[in-house]
Each structure stands twice: as structure tokens, then as C-alpha cells.
């Protein structure tokens, strides 16, 4: 598999695992600090072959994809599990095995910039117990892997199934095939 988009990672040992996966270039953002440098490089990559951010599924992960998402509309995220990331203690992408790689890049999710047209309301996410309840962590967790969107807490559920422009008859197919694991 080659890819025409540019893949953003922490590190040279990330790096690696991807181009055991699949050709691709990367940029490495080394550390959540991203320097102006680093954005405005990604901003130019975007424009010419697009971007896809593949950060560890962590706390300084999420931080760099969030940087990025505010600093360059429009790029494309790639999601591990948790458990596809892990060796021992240690989560990251360089952990994860090439079939689990190609999958997440596979299904690469765009973010939207546009308001969209249909937004799954806090509410409903009370109602399914994805917030607020108990077992509501490992809820989302299962989502978020049914839908491709990553781990997420009650706020990045909500923003990231806005961003992704999850439509209220995919999310119920996803519920639905929630009910039928647990």
C-alpha cells in the first residue's frame, strides 16, 4: 500500500512501524511541543498531498492531535486502539503490528470543517449510558472502536462525532452492535 498523504507521528520509532506497514512519508512532531516549524510544514503538506495525524492513543497523542486540528482544518486522523498500541505498558504506535497500521490508515476518518447538518445531541449520549453512568468509560471505548474515531471521554465523543460527521443512522447501527457485544 502506498500513500499519497503525508503521516504525522511523535517519533522515529513511529516512523518505522509505519514504513514496515506501508510506503509512506512522515513528519515527527518529536513531543507534544509542536514547534511553529512543525505546523507550518504540516500546513504546506496538506495543501499539496494532504495529511493524516496517527498519534499515539494517549494523553500527549490526543494533545498533538488536537494542536493539530486547530492549527490545519481539514486534515485526515488515524486511530489505534489502545490495545493495538500496547506492548507491556507501553502504548504508541510503534507497538502496533502492520495489519493493525494499514487498518487504521484504511479507514482514516477526514475532519469536517463545515457546521454539520445532523449532530448527535448530548442528550441521546446520556440516554445510550455513554456519559455520566456506570460502565460508561468502556461504553465510548467500544464505540469508538465500532466507529473508527478513537478512544474519547464524554467531551471528544460528542466534538468528534460532530468533526466526523457521524450521520444519527450510523451511530445507531453502532449502538446497535454495541447492545449485541455486551
Not at 499519497?4 to 522515529?12: A, C, H, S, Y
Not at 506492548?87 to 463545515?114: D, F, M, R, S
Request: net charge positive; hydrophobic share 40%.
Amino acid at each position: 500500500m502506498i500513500l499519497k498523504e503525508v503521516v504525522v507521528v511523535e517519533g522515529r520509532d513511529d516512523t518505522v512501524a509505519i514504513q514496515r506497514a506501508v510506503r509512506a512519508d512522515t513528519i515527527e512532531t518529536r513531543g507534544s511541543a509542536l514547534s511553529p516549524e512543525v505546523i507550518e510544514q504540516i500546513k504546506q503538506i496538506q495543501k499539496i498531498r494532504g495529511i493524516i495525524v496517527f498519534t499515539d492513543p494517549d494523553y500527549p497523542g490526543e494533545r498533538i492531535r488536537k494542536i493539530i486540528s486547530q492549527e490545519v482544518p481539514g486534515v485526515k486522523h488515524a486511530f489505534l486502539t489502545r490495545d493495538e498500541a500496547r506492548k507491556n505498558k507501553n502504548i504508541g504506535v510503534e507497538n502496533a503490528k502492520p495489519e493493525a497500521i494499514i487498518k487504521a490508515l484504511q479507514a482514516a476518518k477526514t475532519e469536517w470543517i463545515e457546521e454539520p447538518e445532523e449532530i448527535i445531541s448530548l442528550e441521546r449520549l446520556l440516554h445510550e449510558g455513554l456519559i455520566g453512568g456506570a460502565g460508561s468509560k468502556e461504553r465510548r471505548t467500544e464505540l469508538g472502536n465500532i466507529l473508527g474515531i478513537g478512544y474519547t471521554n464524554a467531551k471528544q465523543l460528542h466534538k468528534r462525532l460532530k468533526m466526523f460527521q457521524i450521520s444519527n443512522e450510523t451511530f445507531t447501527g453502532a449502538m446497535k452492535m454495541l447492545r449485541e457485544k455486551e
